[in-house]
Each structure stands twice: as C-alpha cells, then as structure tokens.
C-alpha cells in the first residue's frame, strides 16, 4: 500500500507533488518523502509519519527544481525504518537516481540473493531497492537499463524514477496498481490516483497504460510498450476498500463502483417478488454465502461501518428501501500518530473511534453493511457494542466476497493463517461475530459491479486464489522478504516519535 | 466551548477521567488537564493540544489518587496560554482547591478589578480564577464559601471544584450548560456529557438540576440547592451543533433532535400538497427566511456538508423523499494540530478537508444541508467547489435560524460584525455564497424540534439577541476581557508545538 | 544561589540581560528567564535549564522593549519548577509587576501565612512572592510599598522590580548578596557581579549599596536609603566558592581573594624555618586545625581539585615554593543537563567528569588543594581515584575553614545534619576522606585574605553558626519552606526534558 | 577525527563501549553509534550529537548482546548526516558487517570509481565505505577478504568489524591512527586510546601493533601480520593537541610529552647564561622562528590559553622558573552543542568561552601559551581580549612548529589556503595577532620531546609538507572526495537540531 507522485516542469515542483501527497495519504501513513532535482543534482527529504508531520515548514528551501517524485509509504515488505521511506535514492556510476514504487515484486527475493552473491550490498529492506541493484549493474544508457531491468522482476509496480535529466513512469504489464497521467498547463503530472490531480487542480488525460513506460523529458513525453502484452489483472480490492472515493480508477468513479456494490448485494440479498434470495448460498465453494436463513429477514435500517461501508450502504438502501441511517459516530480525534497510554483503552480499541447512537438503534432490526472482513476481530468488537445498547436484530452485509488469500501485489493483508474466511466456513464466522445473518456479495456480483458492462481483466486472488502470476513459496513464509536484514534494526531509533520531530 | 468530567472513589480516578476526557474532545482542543488527590495532596498535569498530546504514558504516574476531575478547553475567555489550561489549583488557608470550569461569567471583569484593588493577584486571564479569589476571601467553610462566592457571580457556569476532602459540582441556575450525574459501581461521576459516562461505562443517573450543588464525599452524595429558582436557559446550539450526537442532552439523544431539525426544514421548505411554502418567508422578524424563491424547487440529491450535515440531512431526505447522497469525501488526516507549511494550502483550507464527488454531483439539482452558518466564508469555499464540478442547482437549507449575536455563555461566536446574518439580508448571504436559494429553519421550528413536545426553557440569545441575563457592555467591546493581562503573555514559549512534547 | 541583571534604556535590552546572564550562569542553572516592558506592556519567557536551553533564536522577537529583568536560578526554597522560575510576573491594580531575586528571606513562611489569612493565593512556591503580595495590598505609590513590604521581610534579598514605568534595584541592608550597577553609554546596568558588565563591555559604576534602592525611570537615577543601617554582613562564602573569578567582589578581585586563601593556608600549613605549625592546631574553636600531624610534611606537588581549587593551589605553590600541577583532566562533556541513561555511570559521578594523570601523580607526595568540603562524598570519591593510582601521599588543604551549618540567606548547602564537620571531629573526616592528613583554613586566615586590609563585615554562618539575622525554627525543619505547596507538583510536566525544547 | 571502541565477549558489551566513548568524545562530538551482536545478529544505534545525547536511557535495551564496537565521529571526508555516523552497517552474502573506522584513506576516491563503474551503490559519503563494498566483491572468507581489501587502500586506518561471528581489529602499516588492546577479566577491549580503557577499569595490555591484525572469537585472539613492513608514521599531531593529556599514547603519557613540550619551547626561547637563543631564528626553513627579538625578553607571569594551553604553559614555567598564573577562566556552559541564538554573541566566540582576569593580568609582561596556531582568527580575538584589559606585553609562544599543510590522514585541518602559517611569515603572523613577538617550537624541539629519547618514526607532515604516502592530487581540491554525492543531500532533515532528540 503506497502512493506515487511525479511533476515535471513546473516552478513549484515539490510544493505540488507534496500537495499532491496529501490526497494520496489514505494509500500510506507510515512514511512520506521527496525527491526533487536541481541543477542536475537530487535533493532528497524523507520521514516517518503522516505527510503533514514528515514536512514542515522549512522543508521547502531544501527542495528547490522544476521536478519532483514523491511517495507515501505504508510497509508491504521491509521493516518500519526511515531507511524504507520512500523515494530511495542511490548514486551510480551514471549519476544519481530516486525511485518511488507501489506494488510488491514477487521474486524480489531471489533476485536479491544473485545479486548479494555478485557483491551487492543492499541499504534498505525494501523490494524496490532489487530494481534499482540491476539497473545499476547494466552499462547501457538509462531507459534501456531500465527496460533490461524490469524484464527481470515479476510481480506489481506502478513506478517513478527521477534522473538529473529526466522523469520516467512505468506501470507493470499486468496493470495491477492504478497509475494516472494528468496535465497542468506546461507540466506533466503523473499519480497513482485522480484525487491527487484534482486537489492540484490538474486535468486528468489517461491512465498510464499496463505495460507502457512514459518518458518525460524537457517538456515533451515519449511513450513506450517494451514489454509482451499479457492479460490485464486490475486490483480488483482498490475499487472494495483501498482507493478514495472521489478517484476515477480503471475508467470509473470509485464512490459509485462501491454504491453499485450495495445495490448489487440488496439484489442478491433480498429476492424478488415471487424470487428467491439469489447467490447466497453456502454451498458456494467461494465468496457469496449466508450463516442463518435469509428468507423473511425484515429490517429497519440500513447502517454502515464507518467510513468504509457508507457507500455500499447508500446503494443498498436506495435498492432495497429499507431506511439509510448513520448509527455511528466517528471520532475525529483518534488518528494513527496517536499511541493510546492506557492499557485499559488500547483493549477498547474500536470504541474509542466508534460509539454507537443507542437512542436511534436500540430495538431496532439492522443490515449492517462493511466492505469486507478480514480477521474478523473489529467486526465482532463492533457488533458486541451494538449488542450491549440491545439493537434487536443484526444482519451483517459485506459487499465483497469472503478473503481467502494474501495479497502479494502489494495490499498489505496478513498471512492465510489469519484470514478468517481462509479457515472457517461463513456459518463458524456468523457465530464468532454474533451477527444473526451474515451475508458476503458473490464473486460474479463483485465483477459484474466493478466491470460496470465493460470487458475487464481484475486480480481477484484475494478472493479465489487465483494469481495472475508465478507465486514464490518463499513470499507465504512467515515474515517473508528480507526481515533477517539488520539493517531492519536501525528502526530503533528512527521511530516514529523522532520523526514526528522533523 | 470546554468540558469537564469528575471521578469520586474509584482506584483509576485519574484514567477513568481521561477516558472520559477522551470522549468530551469534541468541546475543547486547545488544553487538557487532570487533578487527581492523593493522600491529602492535590496532583496536576496539564498541557496545550489534544488529551492524547498531553498525557503520555508516564503521565498516570504522577496522578495516583481515588479522585479526579478533568477539563479540556477551547478559550472563550483569556488567551491560548499554558496558564490558562485548566482544572486551575490553588493553596488557600484553608488547603489547595482545584476547579474546572464549563461556561463563562457575565460580570468577571467587574468582580476582578474590585478584588485586584483589594491585593488580589490574577494568575490565569480566565474569568473561572474570579470564582476562586471569591472563595479564598470568604473565611466560612469551603461548601458556604462557595455558595457566597457564585451568589457574587453571573452567567454560565457547570463547575467542579476538588479539594482534599469532596468533589463538588456545581451549575448555574440558568442550566445554560449540561452537567449529569453518572453511577460506575461504588464510584460518582459527574460530566458534561451522557457520551462520556458511555465510553467509562457507567451508568447516566440523572442531570445536575440548574442551580444544584452536588456534594461528593466519603462515597455519599449530598445535594443541595441553594439559589434562588429562575426560568431555565438550556443553550439551544447545543442541540444545533456542539454537543455530540451520541449524547443524551437536556433528555432527549441529540442525533435525534438534529435528524428533526431537518425533516422540520423539509416540512418548512417544502409545501404540503395544496399548501404553501409554510415558515420560509422573508418578512419573518428572525430566522427562517428565503433567499430566491422556494415554489417549484426540484431537487435530485439532498448531500450534507459532513460531519455537522449529516443528521440533519437525513432527516430532510426521510421526510421529503429526496434521495440522500454523501456528496463529500471527508479527510482524516487534517487536524487541528496540523499546521500546514504551504500559503497556498493555507488558501485552500476546507478544500484539504472535503473534496466533493464529481461524478455524483455533477449535473445535479442538490439541497446542500448544514447546521449553521457564522461567517460564511466556509459555506462559500465549500459551493465554489461545487460549482467547479458543474452541480446544477444548489438550494443550502441550514438547519438552525440566522446567528444574529454573538454568545457570552461559553460558546466561542465571534463578535457581531463578523456574523454575516447579523449584518446582511438574506438575499445578500445567498448572493455572497452563490447558491439558488438559501433557506434557514425557523425558530418556531427549531424550539418544536428542541422541546419534542416537552415544555422547555432554552437560552435562543445567538438568533433573538434575548439575553437570559444583564450583559455587561464590556463583554461587547473587542478583545474582551483580560486580554491586557501581561501574564497572557507567557503563550509565547508554552506554544501548541512545545505541549505536544509534554 | 540565582544572579539577576537588569537594562534601563537600550533598544537591545532582551539581548544584553540575556548575555549577561549568560556571564551569571554559574549561579543557576536550573530556570532562566527574562522580562521586558513594551509600550507599556511587560513580556515575558521563562523555561528550565541552562539560559542557551531556554532561549531559542526566535524567543527575542517576543520580547521588544527598552528595559529589562532576567534571572537564572538554582533552587533555594521551593521545589524544581517553570512555575517558580523568575523573574515572577503579577498583575496587581496598580499594574504589571515583574520581580528577580538573589537571596533567601527568613520570615517568608510566617508573612506567607498571615498573606493566606487574608485571602491571598501563591502562584509559585517561592519566597520571593512574598513581596509582591505585601506590595499588592499596599495602596501607597509602588516606590513606597516596595519600601513598606521591604520593611516587613527579613533576610538577604538583592532584587529588581521592572514594571510598565520604572527599573528599581534594592539590595537589602546587611548586603548578604553583591549587586552592582554598570553603565552602557546612555543605558544603566544593574547586575549580580560585575563579570555580567564586562561581558556586554558596560563599564563598572559602583555596587549597589547595603541597604540602597535605586530607581531608573526615563534614563535618570534616583537613589534612595530607606533603612535603617545595619551592620554589613557580606557573604564570604561568595569569595571562598560561589561568585566568578573574574567578578571584583565587595571591592576585590575573587581571583586574588582565592589566591590570597592559598597563600594564606600555605602560611598555616607550613612552619617558617626556626616557626611552627602555626593556626593549624586542634584547639582553635572553629575552623583550622588538623588531623593526622603537619610537621615533617614533605610535597612533590600542589594540586588542585578542578576547576574551584585552582587559584588556592597556586597561591599555595607560589608561597611555599612546591611545584604546581594540573593533576586532573576534566572533561568538558559532563554538563548538569546531562542525564546518564545508566546506572552503572550514575554511581561513577566525578569520574565522569574527573581524570587522574597516573604518569604524572604515581608515587608522589601531593597537596591536595580545594576550597571547601559539604558532605565530603565527592572529595572521598577523588582521593579513592587517587589511591587507585598509587598516589604516595595525600595531604588535603581546604582553603576555607570546616562548613558546620547551613545558609538560610540564599546558598544552597543541606541542612547541618548532611554537612560532615558539623558531625565529625577533623580526624574522623580524615579518616573517611581516606588522606594522610586535612588541613582547614583557619577562620582568622580566611578574614584576613578576604578583607585584604580592609574593615569588612562578613557574614561567616556557615562556618561559625552565628547567624546575623534572627532564623526562624521553621527554617531548620528539613524541607523547609513551601514544600506542601500543591502548585509545586506541577513540576511533573514541565521537567527539564521539556524545557529542554523551548 | 574519530574515537573507536570494541567490546568483545562480556555480558555489558554496549555499556562498556558507551562508557568507553564517552571517554573518547574529546575525538569526535558530531555523531556516535554502537552495533552489538546478539543472537547472530547486529543491531544497531546511530545519532548526530554528544554520546550523551544520542543514547538515551531506553536505548540500551535495544542493544543486548556480548560483543559491540562503537565509534565518535568528527566529520573527516563526507558530510554532516546520520548517514556518514559510525558504525556504519551492510548485508552482505556473507552476513552482516559492521565497520567502525579512525583514520582517513588516501585513494578512496579512485576505489569508489572504479567500484561504481562496476555496479556498486554507496550509502554513505565516507571513505570508509569504500573498504566494505571491497569485502563485499571478495568472496574469500571474511578475514582473507579483509586483507586482501586492506591491501587495496592506501593511507590511515584504525579500523574495528564486527561481524556475527567476530571482533576484527586492524591497524595500517604506518601506524598512524592509535590503537590499544585492553583485557577486563575475560573479556578484550579495543580502543583508540588508553583513556578509554581507564574509565572502564580493564588493564592496558599493549598497543596493537602497526599492519597487525587482531581477530578476537570465542574469548581467544589470534594476531596476524598481513602486510609488508614499512616504515611507522603514528602521527605527531596527536601528542600536541588531538589525544587526552591522561592517555598513553605511542608509548608516552601525553600530558607529560606536552609539559615537556613547553620545556622545550623554554630552553629554545630563554638562553642559557652566557648563550643564544638556540632555535629560534626565522631563517630556518620551516618551523621553528621567532618575530621580533628574543634577547632581553623578561616576563611576569606565563599563561595558558585553556585548556589546550595548559600542560606546556606548566613545563615552560618550571623550566624557566616564570610564575605560571591561570588568565583565564574558562565557562563550562559554552558546549558545540549550543548554537546561540543571537548575532551579536555569535561574533563574540571565543569570549563566551573565555574570560581574562582583568586584575591578575593588567600591567604583566605575559609569556601566552598555546599548543598550535591553525587560522590565527582565535588567537587573534584571545589577544584582543588581552589588549583590552592592558596586559603590557604578550610573547606568544607555541609549542609546536608552523602548520603549513592539511592532514590526508584524519585530522581535520583546513585546506591549505586558510593556514596562515603556510601563507605568511612568522613576522607577518606576528603582526596580524598583535603580539610583543611570536615563537614557535622547532621541529627538532617537537621530535626531542616526542620521542623521550626513544627511535620513533612520525609523519610530520602538517608542520613539513613531507606525507608519509602518495597523496591523490584529488584530495588537494577544495571540498574533496565526495561532496557532489547526492546522498550527502540527506543532512538536510538529518540535522543537529533533529539528531539531538535521539
């Protein structure tokens, strides 16, 4: 899970490309950093913590250039440590350059090992640092070491690089993660996200296409396809829950994808007249299914999880006509900088961030809507509180399908051991939540949403198991990657209260 | 704009109070502070910025003790200012006094300088250090000095005060603002809100009456009520926007009197079949009104301004049957605290903080919902932006009347000429913001809303200029106050960016 | 121990005081701040720590303004917090006062008392405060309720008022503590020693005169006498430790005095050809005398315990003719601020700081020279350093009599029952030093070189017990003082970490 | 200038290494750091600063482990960043290793190109770097690989690894940079002076030896000599300025070499009855020369510029029977750490530092002394200071030759260029500072006194121009090795102020 920002020409590069951050921070909060080039030479500022913590004032007469690469980092692979914090910055023997990647390489590992043997020493624990080591290692000029390099790797990356001379973007074949290209009068702009051109007020022009390498260089782009074309594998859980709601993503709108989600889950939930309830059904091998019965559920209120269920609620009400109402209040005080002193309400937990509105649910029979569960823990937390203020009935509504499978694309999900739907069936979660009906969208329900009647290629692994690429045994290893690296351990001191300070 | 929470004979009076502190945030962000007493001493810790910047963990430490009270505080009176950071402590002759202090007195400034010309000196510039100079001059026992002390004083007060012995809670006999007593077990607790005995756990017994003083000791409570009987002054903007939705408030759960102060909008702004446009007229001495005409509106979407939209929203859209949308996307990572490096994100403030969703809103006919409007110029960023995305029509329904005068019983309005219903017609205030039409509930309708049916007495001063007290002209003056007491400036070096260290 | 210095009339007056407080910080190192009058208005910034902590580079654009007061402070009475840091800042009906005081009042806790009876509250838990509430209920002009509250106070007092009009200097009538007044062109110093003029190159005027009050108001001087005359009782302890070497003290230069005190204890120690030994003999009923015997000594080297024992070795040297050298190397990296993370170090202490040369003390016969033992634990720890080293003998050579009990006029030495000589005859702290002999100054040698020929009048407390001023038994009492002052407890957050920072 | 410490095989490893560099902080004071080993692994704590601000209390639990190698850094090449602090740390195919290093290399330029042009990417802008990625590419075992790296590089090296498995310490062939072996019950210790092995009560055992090898493993050492014999070059610079006085450095205790220095100086500036003055003459080609006359010199009193000053002050003033007298005293509040805050005091320096005894120096004929004359600017202000209090007549005397050319082996001198003595005359010299007349040691004076009687190579080359080895015109050009790395561009959010919160 990061975010990636690139300006090129522009007079306030770094101010735009930290702006530019800022929409993207719901893609990363652990660290934050950019890279600007100057004169010919890269300025670099990086820390831990929140876009707003890692830059203040001062930070801009340090990153002077009419281009910048920026990132937002939350850890897929590699250890918490500024020495992760992206763009990482390297000098060769054909000048500097800053990299800034979102994605996960799924052979980083091997790759790594050759290159160790071949007197590589690496400086982060990041898998992005492999590219850079084998562009390094080619003497043939920039771009084509570039495409030599990345020939190499497998796996996903929506990629900036930023040289003394130019800018260059590159979105892996498969397409996994989003990459957009906008404009904004003589600049170039590229993001992972639309958000990130719109708070900046540039014009989107296109995505940058799977398998394309932009190259932008004195105010003039060059594409490039150098790779063979393969079927298309869009990350199907940005559209559930990762990307922001106002980012038009893969063709469509984020928010209205996810109200399609509703609406589609209300069908399937609810039969129509002289029907029956549709695709839920235990017996599905995967994905759609019901603990309980469905038949004759009568609800009061549609209730969503906030944030990330309002949407799929809004479109489940306006299907269903059952009642839209906002049976929680979110905290606006309880951010992720924030390290609970007490060991008493570190145990709440979600009711610090949650309290639940009794006078309007107590009694009542609700569809409580979420986009997805993954260990199952907040959920059942949530729905105890609703429980303690004696809300009569609740039927939980997911508007994906159940989680049966990490993700090494770069989504930070934990390990299949503790994925609850990987190893209970719906009717063990139904019980372990405490919900009286728990119902998940079906797969085909889910693609005929996000597709929106257009032909589609999406990564759905996360769901079937499915992965569009060759899977290393040693990525589904516990802890995974590179984390015997000591120089993970530099962490000590590079924590998050000291970055807080920067 | 404060709050205050008390513990009496719990182990973890301090953590019980800093949870409910936790709880009450949304009343003051600028200090927080805990007096806990501990084998006859009184212990403090306060600090600038957000109780979970001023208590850290080694914080309890320092704070043992079976009793407690706490405060968070945004200034109505006196400046930002360490100093200022309440519970206040004093060493009298009669032992130390701590005091926590939710509302603002009327005739401060008269009482401080009588008692100044008496060899009093000020520490703090709040008008809550008057009551304590009252106290420490009177030489009757503590419970009679107190009573003497607020019979000296006017305007808003829910207090509690702590010394070596009791916990004492205190409100005015207006009842401007809430104060209710809650049971945790064996323990007492006294709060500002029923949301804070929620999040502790215990159970919400009953409000302190107005003009009742509750004395808490050795596990007893005593109740006197020493004032003579007035008519009741609840603060309606209580209900209108500051109090949290979760809450129980002067009886009734305050998310609910919200979500009828908008079906009452509808019912204001929408003519019944064969009926009306019923209170939206301009000839209407105060409060609802409409900019524009209100025959034939159409509206597609009814889209709150979030978070303080919200309840409001909803209940338009269930009495009218327009469908409701969240049309913003609401940030969660621009905070008070946040001080944001760049002018020119400066500039754009709540564009930072909502962004509107284009692909829904475009081309729309929407009622814009929000609970009040000050000065205007944030309602006005805010139609800007969705006048950027192309929404067709924008009719803003605000869900309270016209702010006409500013509040001198604790709530942080700013002075008449900045309020821009108290200067300008209603049909300037929609030109000023750009909207089709512009309506505001009516005060009729606001106190049906309020009262739900019961026979209530609320203080309407910010929207009728009908003061429940004598309002010293000194308070109308700018800077008010004690803005001219040297020792306010000590804000210099205990500045929020230093508190966050605490 | 503090040091105070005061500007009247210099556009830089914020930038001077603090300068010259950098030359007093030997006299406090735990608080610093400064107070400044602007248009009227009185500024102040205050912190702990060392006065380069406590001022950042931006702290002098918050304090403007042509005359002003600053402090550093070692903790005398009342506990270690900001709350007691001065100068002390009031607002009074007359307007701002702001106060720094060098010294100790002995009838602060019964004048404090009677304050509380009247309703008085105390903000710090000094006794300086003392005064501004007796100044406070005074109604005459403040030059004459400064002379009336003055009049009520006992005990060593060297103080600056500043308020909004007028800089006033008094120095109480004994003149315990030394003030002086310096002139920089058209501006007026006052300060604790005159190493603060040479700094900011004011030039040396005169002191301040026991008992005299000076007023600086709109470039002129007013000087006042309106005490009593007492007998002077300078403190001479100032001489033998606390005040700078390179001060002129009560008309002498320190440096000479201390030289003085070595050639004098030379004189003592060692019998003119044909003499005897002669003050230093067991008899003598304070002070000088000797354990283990004198005659016979024969030494390789004088050496001084850095950095206070330096001038006393070489006037030692320089009389008796035995060879001075620096035994010791400290380090320069060992300041107050600095908190040793481990205990292992903790109990190192004066290792830390101190070196031993063995190649240059090994096997020889040493003088060891220092100006006074307290508790002797230090001194022990050094000789144990030097025993390590195979030192052959060890003669120690305080150039000050035996310390046998406590100052209560603003010297920070424990309380009797911590100091060694007033529990111990001379041979027992002999034999816990672990030296092959110890040698005081005697009393009569101690005048003498402090007097330098002169009729003087020295406080001499701490070696005599004859106190010059009525003491109170309170005083006696361990923790003394203010210690049950609830406002003291504040200290838990504003530790030094924190001030650190500001 | 750098300080090393190893710790092998004891169970307080990082507290003994921590407590070794304090003794060590004179050698660095801009960076510190330790890498322990535990359980096969390295960890690590890195921070700019005093070794006492970067380690805090809860550092050391983050350091377990029995072995651990520290380093204080005082920037020789490279910049000032976290990045550049010592140890630094790398991955390699064969594990981890840690390098701390004291010294500087001659030909790491022409290294760290060639290794660039083969795929190496540096993470740091220290030579010191250039020896890891040189381990890396030998696939040797790790000792074999060592030399055979270490034969690669030319210049000065004190160098400590640790890896895993072991503690590995080597010195070069010249010897240039100290190195001692030190025991501690079963455990070795490593460091670069025996002050360090004082402070933490283990035996000196013996220097390690020029172009030896130590490997330390499972509590046993094995000594290697891997490289020709050469000629010793330990480096003369640190017995007149750079090694603590209480160390035994090259076989001398340093404090002694320098007293001995100032005898020297004495002999060659005093002449015996009936001589001349002996080496004093500005004819000599380099070194050792007087301005103005010598004859008929008669001084008062001879005094030390503090503290550098002092030894050869107390040497010169026993050999020439001249009264040492302490001018100055030195404040202890003025540390690197402290930037002040304002302009004018930055301009003062040196007498924030430095105060001269006005009434101790005022009319004396003063022979000053000081170990070495690097810009004269210092000087120069000490003088002025002196002029200013009407000292009579100063006769500068230094006691060591002109400095004339930069170090390339680790001391940090400036470039040639900002050497007064390598650009003017003596004469000249003694014009600029304003002195009665000017001395320097002769080299012969400087060699007599270092070597104590004994044969012993040094390099000279700072006071003769004559370097030990082949120089890399590259090292004579302003700014050096790797100033255009862009990773030094790191520094900027790395900075003092930040490290200081470590």
Not at 73 to 79: C, L, S, V
Not at 129 to 137: D, K, M, N, T
Not at 344 to 359: F, Y
């Amino acid at each position: 899970m990061c975010g990636i920002i690139g300006i090129s020409n522009h007079r306030n590069a770094a101010q735009l490309a930290y702006t530019g951050l800022f929409a993207l921070q719901h893609r990363g909060q652990e660290a934050a950093g950019l890279v600007t080039v100057h004169q010919g030479k890269l300025k670099i500022h990086v820390g831990m913590g929140l876009v707003s913590q890692v830059f203040k004032p001062d930070a801009f007469q340090h990153l002077p250039g009419r281009s910048a690469i920026g990132h937002v980092r939350y850890a897929t692979t590699g250890e918490s440590s500024v020495k992760n914090a992206q763009p990482l910055l390297f000098t060769q023997s054909r000048g500097s350059l800053a990299i800034a990647h979102n994605g996960n390489l799924t052979n980083a590992q091997e790759l790594k090992q050759k290159l160790e043997k071949r007197g590589a020493m690496f400086q982060s624990s990041t898998d992005s640092e492999v590219i850079v080591h084998l562009i390094a290692r080619n003497t043939r000029p920039l771009e084509d070491a570039i495409i030599e390099s990345l020939r190499q790797v497998e796996g996903a990356y929506s990629l900036l690089f930023l040289s003394s001379q130019k800018m260059i973007a590159v979105r892996d074949p498969h397409g996994f993660r989003p990459l957009v290209l906008g404009r904004l009068n003589g600049s170039y702009v590229v993001a992972s996200e639309t958000c990130a051109l719109d708070l900046i007020k540039s014009k989107f022009v296109r995505e940058i296409e799977p398998g394309e390498m932009v190259i932008i260089e004195g105010g003039y782009l060059k594409s490039l396809k150098p790779f063979a074309e393969i079927p298309k594998a869009h990350c199907i859980f940005e559209y559930v829950y990762f990307a922001r709601p106002d980012s038009k993503l893969f063709g469509t709108n984020v928010h209205q994808v996810r109200r399609e989600l509703g609406r589609e889950l209300a069908r399937e939930m609810i039969p129509p007249p002289g029907g029956s309830v549709r695709t839920i059904n235990s017996q599905a091998p995967l994905g759609a299914s019901l603990g309980g019965g469905m038949k004759g559920i009568k609800a009061d209120l549609v209730v969503p999880v906030p944030d990330s269920g309002v949407p799929a609620a809004l479109g489940f009400s306006q299907e269903s006509g059952i009642m839209f109402e906002m049976g929680f209040i979110r905290s606006h005080y309880t951010g992720r900088t924030f390290i609970q002193p007490l060991q008493s309400l570190r145990d709440m937990g979600v009711e610090l961030k949650l309290s639940a509105l009794k006078e309007v649910l107590q009694g009542k029979r609700i569809i409580l809507v979420d986009d997805s569960i993954v260990r199952g823990t907040t959920s059942r937390k949530i729905i105890r509180m609703l429980r303690r203020i004696k809300v009569k009935e609740i039927h939980m509504a997911i508007s994906s399908p159940p989680i049966v499978s990490p993700c090494y694309y770069g989504i930070d999900t934990p390990q299949e051991s503790e994925l609850i739907a990987a190893n209970h069936s719906i009717d063990k979660i139904r019980h372990y939540l405490g919900v009286d009906s728990l119902h998940y969208l079906s797969l085909k329900g889910l693609l005929r949403a996000a597709s929106a009647g257009r032909e589609m290629g999406f990564c759905t692994a996360c769901f079937t198991r499915e992965y569009p690429t060759r899977v290393s045994p040693v990525l589904k290893e516990p802890g995974s990657f590179m984390t015997d690296d000591p120089k993970g351990e530099i962490k000590a001191i590079f924590s998050k209260k000291v970055a807080a300070t920067f």
